[in-house]
């Protein structure tokens, strides 16, 4: 790969992005009962490829077994799970999933790769506003 091609966003001029929902951790308190709460900023719908991570990888990746995972490529800064951080916080098809790893490429090249844990049932709240697939358009048009 050449440093500063952004690849991501060649791709994505073949294949049809697809719309997901992100909310940034915003940060965390305590509950009374002594639990972390996570707190999120409010909804954006990005666009990325979300993928499914082959099972066969995820011993190698250190992965659960029992859970499912996917791969969301973007070229937004969202952010895994950090020390003191809750990760970022995605919905895609009715289901919600949390950040727990991530390739950052994004100081770069622009882009990133994110593992993704599905973690449940989930409707996002109502999106802030729709993000559109910016760079893709200025590297297009300038």
């Known amino acids: ?3 500063g091609t952004n690849l991501f966003n060649q791709a994505m001029t073949v294949f049809t992005p697809q719309e997901v929902v992100w909310t940034a951790a915003s940060g965390r308190s305590t509950s009374d009962s002594g639990k972390y709460v996570n707190s999120y900023a409010p909804p954006v719908t990005i666009s990325g490829s979300l993928q499914s991570v082959n099972r066969k990888l995820y011993e190698q990746m250190g992965l659960d077994l029992n859970k ?3 791969n969301l490529y973007t070229n937004d800064p969202a952010m ?7 990760g970022d916080r995605f919905y895609y098809s009715g289901r919600m999933y949390d950040a727990v790893g991530s390739q950052d490429w994004f100081a770069q090249d622009g882009w990133k790769s994110l593992v993704l844990v599905d973690v449940g049932p989930g409707t996002p709240p109502p999106p802030a506003h729709v993000k559109v697939f910016s760079n893709v358009f200025n590297n297009i048009f300038g």
């Open 1 to 3: 790969m050449i440093p």
């Open 68 to 70: 499912t995972y996917k």
């Open 80 to 86: 895994d799970v950090d020390r003191g951080r809750a």
